[in-house]
């Protein structure tokens, strides 16, 4: 049973649109980070967000945590073939212990 | 390349057997964490070991076992295999794993195919 539920499950979209990915929860978590991960590699952590309602900006990444931490978006701007990839969410309530959630596979194509 | 070196990166063997699955963190980091994944149950979160001693434990089965070493590499133990052991084994190291965000740094994974 995933504690982390993402949405949607697979993703698929031309070059230049938007796109959304959510993350969601029942728990409420110290922090939440997200990771992207492609074939044949780990998972690389893109951003952690600890504030409720906090929210960051990487280029072109827009991640939000929600007020009540238990729930987290991450907004893509005008998608790129390279943006293409699993996204995973994972939270923290515990030290030792980092959920992952199954994870949104996106796909940009050309 | 994230500095936590997997090994084997690709395992073939039968139901019954045991498979040891090796893992060295980046330079510095102390603790070091095992997670499994599959199509169809995504990334389980099995251990975390912290300087040698293990800190928390997740899904992981019985006839599963692992270990960290005075120098910090860490192992995992796979015995009387199954075919629905069939997975990626990730190994990720971070700097104490104590901080609630603290960044884990992941390895490459072992595929792990049980015939």
């Known amino acids: 049973t995933q504690l982390l539920e993402q949405s949607p499950q697979f993703l698929s979209i031309q070059e230049g649109e938007n796109l959304t990915v959510y993350c969601n929860s029942s728990s409420v978590f110290s922090s939440l980070q997200w990771y992207r991960q492609e074939p044949g590699e780990g998972p690389v952590l893109l951003v952690t967000v600890v504030t409720g309602g906090e929210v960051k900006k990487l280029k072109r990444l827009t991640f939000q945590f929600g007020d009540a931490r238990k729930d987290s978006s991450l907004h893509i701007t005008a998608a790129q073939p390279g943006d293409t990839g699993l996204y995973l969410c994972a939270g923290g309530d515990s030290w030792g212990k980092l959920q992952f959630g199954a994870g949104t596979q996106v796909v940009v194509t050309p | 390349d994230s500095g936590v070196t997997q090994t084997p990166k690709h395992l073939i063997t039968a139901t019954g057997q045991r498979v040891t699955l090796r893992c060295s963190p980046r330079?510095?980091?102390?603790?070091v964490y095992w997670y499994q994944q599959s199509l169809d149950q995504g990334l389980q979160f099995l251990i975390h070991?912290?300087?040698?001693?293990?800190?928390a434990k997740g899904n992981i089965l019985e006839r599963f076992s692992a270990q960290q070493f005075p120098d910090l590499h860490s192992e995992l133990n796979l015995s009387s295999l199954e075919l629905g052991d069939s997975a990626l084994y990730f190994c990720?190291?971070?700097?104490?794993?104590?901080?609630?965000?603290?960044?884990?740094?992941f390895g490459s994974g072992t595929q792990l195919s049980v015939l």
């Open positions: 990720a190291s971070s700097v104490t794993g104590q901080l609630s965000g603290e960044k884990l740094f």
């Open positions: 070991y912290y300087n040698g001693e293990e800190r």
């Open positions: 330079s510095g980091d102390l603790s």
